[in-house]
């Protein structure tokens, strides 16, 4: 392939992704002529309709991601200012100060505005370049629970390797200490990162969804809201720095929770992946957390 092509290809896909990029809403165009869209497919275009599709999507995006992170933190942050919780603690000696606190917050604030916000805002361009669905009808709730499903798989995939390249030489040094500040995790640290890898390891999060959409079938964009939902609910409960009773890691036995990140960021080492167990167990990466776990659990019954 000769060096004029590979331009005038890449200038072609340049010029489809700026003209997505401007595309206007037109509800006409999003439903299928004679199909009686529902409430919610109404609801849905409606938003876009006579406004920069790419814009409204980034916001939704935005609004939606601001909502769940914060919103499925705020149990865990009235737990720490309940003493009958503490005991659930996974390192009751270790406290944050307010000072570390706020320092995450305002970190995470300017990382999730000039870092997330502008991948957002560029997502739903690249999303119908891709052959994404963005019409009527919308998926059933089963494929979308499927879907999502298998894109936990490949996340979590892509970010054992990816995670675990994080902790050599300088790559640790210069961008995963960052996270690493916290040994002792709370929810919201969970986003708290070097914003190179949160653009790296946010890439694992795309990636299921792409590569669903190529090989197997076609992505619905609502579902990839439905998947950032579920995945930031899933690693705020793993940064949550508490083990309940009823943590889904007692009840799904290959669910990974906030026991096996929590290791993690206090010993530096080992435990990878973000949602299974599997991987870790595969590649012989949690035998040390297996030791200590059970130290900690007989610990535990004791007291």
């Known amino acids: 392939m000769s060096k004029a092509t590979v331009t005038a290809a890449a200038t072609a896909l340049l010029d489809q ?5 401007k595309t ?9 002529q004679g199909y009686m869209p529902t409430w919610a497919e109404r609801s849905w275009f409606s938003l876009f309709e006579g406004h920069n599709e790419a814009l409204v999507f980034g916001i939704v995006s935005f609004a939606l991601h601001q909502g769940v992170y914060y919103g499925r933190y705020l149990p865990y942050l009235i737990c720490d200012y309940i003493p009958a919780m503490h005991k659930y603690k996974l390192q009751p000696d270790r406290q944050i100060s307010n000072a570390q606190w706020w320092k995450c917050v305002n970190s995470l604030l300017v990382s999730q505005i000039f870092v997330q916000l502008p991948m957002m805002m560029f997502f739903l361009p ?11 009808p919308f998926p059933s709730w089963f494929r979308v629970a499927f879907q ?7 996340e979590d995939f892509y970010h054992y390797w990816a995670h675990r390249m994080f902790h050599y030489g300088f790559l640790y040094k210069r ?25 790296v390891l946010g890439q694992g999060t795309i990636a299921g969804p792409l590569l669903f959409n190529y090989f197997i079938e076609q992505v619905h964009i609502t579902t990839m809201l439905v ?4 995945r930031l609910w899933q690693t ?18 290959f669910w990974a929770g906030a026991s096996h990140h929590d290791y993690h960021h206090m010993a530096f080492v080992d435990n990878f992946a973000s ?9 012989g990466t949690d035998r040390r957390y297996q030791d200590y776990e059970a130290r900690r659990t007989a610990k535990a019954k004791t007291e």
């Open 148 to 154: 999502v499903c298998v894109f936990f798989v490949i």
């Open 275 to 283: 949602t299974f167990r599997w991987w870790d167990s595969i590649f």
């Open 236 to 253: 705020v409960e793993a940064h949550c720095g508490y083990d309940f009773p009823w943590s889904a890691s007692h009840w799904l036995p």
């Open 227 to 230: 998947w950032i939902a579920a």
């Open 175 to 199: 961008i995963h200490k960052v996270h690493h500040e916290h040994t002792a995790p709370f929810g919201i640290a969970a986003e708290y990162a070097h914003p190179l890898e949160t653009a």
């Open 17 to 21: 992704f700026i003209s997505e990029l």
């Open 24 to 32: 206007i809403g037109d509800v006409q165009r999003s439903i299928p």
């Open 126 to 136: 690249a999303a119908k370049m891709a052959g994404f669905d963005c019409g009527a």
